[in-house]
T-cell receptor
């Protein structure tokens, strides 16, 4: 079963706008990761946030983590058409054995 | 530019046939993962290896699936006999696990399997 659930399932925005995706999970975690998947391709790691961190930035990406609410958000600022992809949150499989459990993903469409 | 490679990229087969998917992890990585992606179930972990030893294969239907690492440069996933419900994209990923650190995984391009 999936640990994480992303919200929304699909998001369509105009180039230049910000995109926010949310992820909720069920069990305690020590880290949470976000991945991107372009159509027909494998997943690419974007960012990792540890359980003792509340916010992390990487370029145009901003990730927050609220362990009390078991939720995380991914914000992409000043979106580009090239950001069109599916975005997944991932949490440790069975309490941190290095494998990951992925959420259902958010499909982001950025209109040029 | 190190990357995970997978072969074949696409496979169409008939029900009952054996299917073998291969993965070459990034040189130096000590952990290999097999995932399956379908529209209905999303991404599911099938099995993973550390230093070529299987650590967890509880996500795999044992009666028909088998995963091995004959050597550090090759991981295989076999389905025998294949069934239409096995149709999915199968991803291999590798990573370097070090004590006390959390790890990103590097994914291959996937094998798209269609069982007729």
């Amino acid at each position: 079963s999936q640990q994480g659930e992303e919200d929304p399932q699909a998001l369509s925005i105009q180039e230049g706008e910000n995109a926010t995706m949310n992820c909720s999970y069920k069990t305690s975690i020590n880290n949470l990761q976000w991945y991107r998947q372009n159509s027909g391709r494998g997943l690419v790691h974007l960012i990792l946030i540890r359980s003792n961190e509340r916010e992390k930035h990487s370029g145009r990406l901003r990730v927050t983590l609220d362990t009390s609410k078991k939720s995380s958000s991914l914000l992409i600022t000043a979106s580009r058409a090239a950001d069109t992809a599916s975005y997944f949150c991932a949490t440790p499989f069975r309490g941190g054995r290095r494998a990951l459990t992925f959420g259902s993903g958010t499909r982001l469409q950025v209109q040029p | 530019d190190a990357r995970v490679t997978q072969t074949p990229r696409d496979k169409v087969t008939e029900m009952g046939q054996e299917v073998t998917m291969r993965c070459q992890p990034i040189l130096g990585h000590n952990t290999v993962f097999w995932y399956r992606q379908t529209m209905m179930q999303g991404l599911e972990l099938l099995a993973y290896f550390r230093n070529r030893a299987p650590l967890d294969d509880s996500g795999m239907p044992k009666d028909r699936f088998s995963a091995e690492m004959p050597d550090a440069t090759l991981a295989t996933l076999k389905i025998q006999p294949s069934e239409p419900r096995d149709s999915a994209v199968y991803f291999c990923a590798s990573g370097l696990v070090t004590s006390g650190e959390f790890d990103e995984q590097f994914f291959g391009p996937g094998t798209r399997l269609t069982v007729l």
